[in-house]
């Protein structure tokens, strides 16, 4: 036993994944099961009522998925997490273990489209209501939060149009009002902002992306720092008795943990949106090689945003951080279509974060749920083109690029 | 010594034994009973409730204080307090008084005087933190539901369920 604190890309390799304590084995199992087996009746009790530690069934916990869960944490700087099957199931889970029926949220509109729809089509009509503001205009953020307002959600770098959110600002409003601060931290990874850090109190992320890396697996995760106050008043899901709980206290039983485990053992467990053991082993491997991979990211959309500026065809590049960005191009929509359908190497589709090149066009595909208007008041016009910058040669993607730009 | 770092607890915790546990609740829906339940079923202490109003938990014989449990089992290794922050110091009292070599306080039990006097009595201190999660954090409890134990290792046996 030691006490040294180690470093990011150490936590990235090791955080959550000792040898396996079975078998010795050095690679994390993928623990492919839908149920363990108790110990005792005294033991199968102890799990039931939540005083002890273990797994039940893999809907609520699972090996393979906790170590998935310790590493985010770890690098997050987090108490714990919770892993989900998506982004947006992470998300979900979040506003579900916050609020219900007769609850408010307030929103970022410099946000994914899909996090729009979410909020404003189907968790509405579970009678949440949303009101969405511009991130970098707090006052309309501050005019927005009521009484019964549950969260502040923002993303830390704006998909797509690279708003970077004030999150020690907005931190200190949410708290100012007595909730918590919400981060999607999906385009920014852990390894360039840890809004923990910087006062958020729960961090989402699609692991889909950057996380997992090779755009190969649907995950999701929610990071919570431990340090909110739950038990203020305004959280009643976590301060009251709870029905769906032998109506167990969250904060009294848990303390700090209290927002975890009600996002676990009610939420998750209802919900029924956990993550699968072989899509966490998929993201632990991901994770491993996190440092290097956003290095070389951002080292190579930071070379393509110049190529781009420097281009006639192009009239305006929003690259602000991360290796996900827009630009948009003279001859506009119909350029647009153009210029994608004359790429060689760079592929069409409907992702981003992966180890290739991803390009799309938010207007008539990610975006494509919303008008003119709100894709404007989200910060991308209708005619940008969005890039992921993968790990090629760059001055492949250049040449793919400028042949594109030509055409 | 107050223990503050993750090492020491460690140490802490593998050296005790008994567990005396001031304001241990017969009601389950209790924190006090939560941990109690833990550590008498999933841990190897030997855990004893010290709460005048009751007569026993899941079959383990209360006592009314500290000082009548050391009488007839010796000084406890670790007296466990879940008190009032105001009582903590009368708990510190008695547990110095009793021989016991190490003072607990659970989440939210902080009194400085009460830290002091252990303190000053050679107790090993530990304060606003659960034993159940500190327990949990080096046997691999903690990371069964996907909390961050802190722990690295690449040891055999890292984590000791």
Redo the contacts between chains.
């Keep these: 036993?030691?006490?040294?604190a180690?470093g990011f890309a150490?936590?990235a390799i090791?955080?959550?994944t000792?040898?396996d304590?079975a078998t010795?084995s050095?690679a994390t199992p993928i623990y492919q099961t839908a149920a363990f087996v108790f110990g005792s009746t005294?033991?199968a009790a102890?799990l039931f009522?939540?005083?002890?530690?273990?797994?039940i069934y893999s809907r609520i916990?699972n090996?393979t998925?906790?170590?998935f869960?310790?590493r985010i944490?770890?690098l997050e700087d987090?108490?714990?997490?919770?892993?989900c099957s998506s982004g947006l199931a992470a998300q979900l889970c979040t506003v579900l273990s916050l609020a219900q029926s007769g609850d408010h949220l307030v929103c970022s509109q410099n946000v994914y489209g899909g996090t729009i729809t979410q909020l404003s089509v189907t968790v509405k009509r579970m009678g949440i209501e949303t009101t969405f503001a511009r991130v970098d205009d707090l006052a309309a953020m501050r005019a927005a939060i009521r009484p019964n307002t549950k969260m502040l959600f923002a993303e830390t770098i704006g998909n797509p149009s690279g708003t970077i959110a004030d999150l020690p600002a907005l931190a200190t409003l949410a708290h100012e009002h007595g909730i918590p601060f919400v981060v999607d931290n999906t385009f920014a990874t852990p390894y360039l902002c840890r809004p923990i850090e910087h006062g958020a109190d729960i961090v989402l992320h699609s692991a889909t992306k950057f996380i997992g890396g090779h755009g190969t697996t649907i995950g999701g995760v929610l990071v919570e720092s431990g340090r909110f106050p739950w038990g203020n008043g305004r959280f009643p899901l976590l301060s009251e008795p709870s029905p769906g709980y032998?109506?167990?206290?969250f904060t009294?039983?848990f303390?700090?943990?209290a927002f975890?485990?009600r996002a676990?053992a009610e939420v998750l467990r209802d919900v029924g949106a956990q993550l699968a053991p072989m899509d966490a082993w998929l993201l632990l491997l991901g994770l491993e090689t996190l440092s290097v991979r956003m290095e070389t990211h951002v080292r190579n959309a930071e070379a393509i945003a110049r190529f781009l500026r420097g281009r006639p065809e192009v009239a305006w590049v929003a690259h602000t951080q991360g290796a996900v960005f827009t630009f948009g191009i003279k001859s506009g929509r119909e350029g647009g279509r153009r210029f994608i359908d004359a790429l060689e190497l760079w592929s069409h589709l409907a992702n981003v974060g992966d180890a290739k090149s991803l390009v799309i066009h938010p207007a008539s595909t990610t975006h494509s749920q919303l008008s003119d208007e709100e894709m404007r008041s989200a910060g991308v016009p209708p005619e940008a083109i969005r890039l992921s910058v993968g790990l090629e040669d760059v001055d492949d993607l250049i040449w793919d690029l400028d042949r594109a730009l030509r055409a | 010594m107050i223990v503050k770092t993750t090492s020491e607890r460690a140490a802490l915790l593998a050296r005790s034994r008994s567990v005396a546990m001031v304001g241990a609740s017969a009601n389950a829906l209790r924190p006090s009973y939560t941990v109690f339940s833990y550590l008498r079923t999933q841990t190897p202490y030997a855990v004893t409730p010290i709460n005048p109003t009751i007569e026993q938990i899941d079959g383990v014989r209360a006592y009314p204080t500290i000082a009548a449990y050391a009488d007839e089992h010796g000084p406890p290794d670790i007296v466990d307090v879940f008190r009032k922050p105001s009582e903590a110091a009368d708990v510190a009292r008695e547990a110095i008084a009793a021989g016991a070599k190490a003072i607990w306080f659970q989440y939210g039990v902080i009194n400085d005087e009460a830290i002091r006097l252990a303190d000053e009595a050679g107790l090993d201190v530990v304060v606003d933190r659960c034993i159940k999660v500190e327990y949990a954090r080096f046997h691999g409890g903690l990371a069964t539901s996907g909390l961050n134990s802190g722990l690295i290792s690449s040891r055999y046996n890292a984590r000791t369920p």
């Design positions: 036993m030691h006490d040294r180690f150490t936590r090791h955080a959550g000792p040898p304590p010795g050095r005294e033991h102890e009522q939540l005083r002890s530690y273990g797994h916990s090996p998925v906790a170590a869960e310790e944490a770890s987090g108490l714990g997490a919770v892993a032998h109506q167990k206290v009294e039983t303390g700090e943990y975890l485990m676990r």
